[in-house]
């Protein structure tokens, strides 16, 4: 059993601690059963309903519909849809295991793709991207690859297979686990979600790895992302329907906030499905909801706030098999939930709550071999019997 130690820092000392800020700022009715959203700039945002493949647009001075044509269509089940700057579409025709071009209005320009696992073929495609060279990118979900097609929809090329095992580290680099949602940055690299891995690779245009985010051994780990989506100055937005949160991480892959919860509030989030953002504005959509969350963030902007620091000595994990970086992240991990629990228990804070306000300061190895770690919380949660942690 893991048992807490002393520590050389008694007292708690207050200091100001400056963190980006986040408002909600209005809702926009979108429909039901919103699985996407797009925003393209002189257009507004699109949101895409897998009931029927309806697409709705709300342009930034008027709202229309545009109502695919569903008898030509016969759309099944469509998780994706990207949107071109003329307005012209791709969406991912999922349950019929094929994509589809529309129109500006909305109306049928042509389809390629059938189920199988041959090249051209799909099974539940999720996601769809295209390169600054105009190339299409499909996420072939449940084949375990990315396709490559030419923009009249030509075959090119393919990368990925499906992971085969899990190690300390995580899945192999490279290898998927169900695909989804795929994004090209402004250098032209391309985002995959890499669903039940739950992770995101990082791959230059022909399927090179460049890195990978969410593994475990990184400052953030996903239970169950569904989407997410890359702003302008480079930071990624991850919606995780597993904590109903979204992740923000900066444009080097650090960990900036979270925010959302199951509960209650214009941030409640039981169902999420899809993430996007455009010019200092997240857009939220949830299974579950007929509207849109907007929530005003940017990142320059910040507000002071008074944090105390709290350090805890804890002894290593003893994992013969493991990596001394594996047996430090799985101590970490089991320090912070102690914290976490003592935070929670002594101050009477819902412990999903203080998991979303402690930050890991500093982290040390002791010449004892036990872990130094430092985290710190709002000042405001400390109540005047504060110094009883010190004591523990």
Do not use: W
Not at 124 to 136: H, L, M, R, T, W
Not at 257 to 285: C, D, H, Q, R, W
Request: a negative charge; proline letters at 3%.
């Amino acid at each position: 059993m893991m048992q807490i130690g002393g520590s050389n820092k008694t007292c708690l000392q207050t200091f100001q601690y400056t963190s980006p800020v986040l408002d909600y700022d209005s809702s926009i009715y979108a429909g039901e059963n919103i699985v996407d959203i797009r925003f393209v700039k002189k257009k507004g945002l699109y949101s895409l309903s897998d009931n029927n493949g309806k697409i709705l647009l709300k342009g930034e001075n008027k709202s229309l519909i545009a109502k695919a044509d569903e008898n030509a269509l016969g759309m099944n089940g469509p998780k994706t849809i990207y949107v071109y700057n003329d307005g012209k579409m791709i969406v991912a025709d999922t349950g019929n295991h094929r994509i589809q071009f529309l129109n500006e209005d909305g109306t049928s320009q042509y389809y390629f793709g059938k189920r199988g696992t041959n090249t051209s073929e799909f099974n539940s495609p999720q996601g769809v991207a295209v390169s600054k060279d105009g190339y299409i990118y499909v996420s072939d979900t449940k084949n375990h690859r990315i396709q490559v097609f030419s923009e009249e929809g030509i075959y090119l090329n393919s990368f990925g297979r499906l992971t085969e095992s899990i190690g300390e580290s995580g899945a192999e680099p490279g290898t998927f686990f169900l695909p989804k949602d795929i994004e090209f940055d402004d250098k032209d690299q391309l985002y995959v979600l890499d669903y039940k891995n739950r992770r995101i690779q990082v791959f230059d245009k022909d399927g090179k790895v460049l890195r990978v985010i969410g593994s475990v051994l990184d400052e953030v780990e996903f239970k169950e992302p569904v989407d997410f989506t890359l702003d302008e100055n480079g930071y990624l937005y991850i919606a995780d329907k597993g904590t109903s949160k979204v992740y923000i991480l900066d444009d080097k892959g650090k960990y900036v906030m979270e925010f959302g919860s199951a509960g209650k509030g214009p941030s409640y989030f039981p169902n999420l499905t899809s993430i996007e953002s455009y010019n200092g504005k997240i857009y939220v959509s949830d299974y579950m909801a007929d509207s849109i969350k907007v929530f005003s963030f940017d990142p320059k902007i910040k507000e002071k706030e008074e944090r105390v620091f709290i350090t805890r000595v804890f002894p290593i994990v003893n994992l013969k098999s493991s990596t001394e970086e594996i047996k430090r992240k799985m101590t970490q991990n089991m320090a912070l939930k102690r914290i976490q629990q003592e935070i929670s228990e002594s101050y009477n804070v819902d412990i999903d709550g203080v998991e979303s306000i402690i930050k890991v300061e500093s982290e040390e190895v002791l010449s004892d071999g036990n872990i130094s770690i430092t985290i710190s919380v709002p000042k405001i949660i400390v109540d005047k019997n504060i110094d009883q942690l010190s004591r523990k």
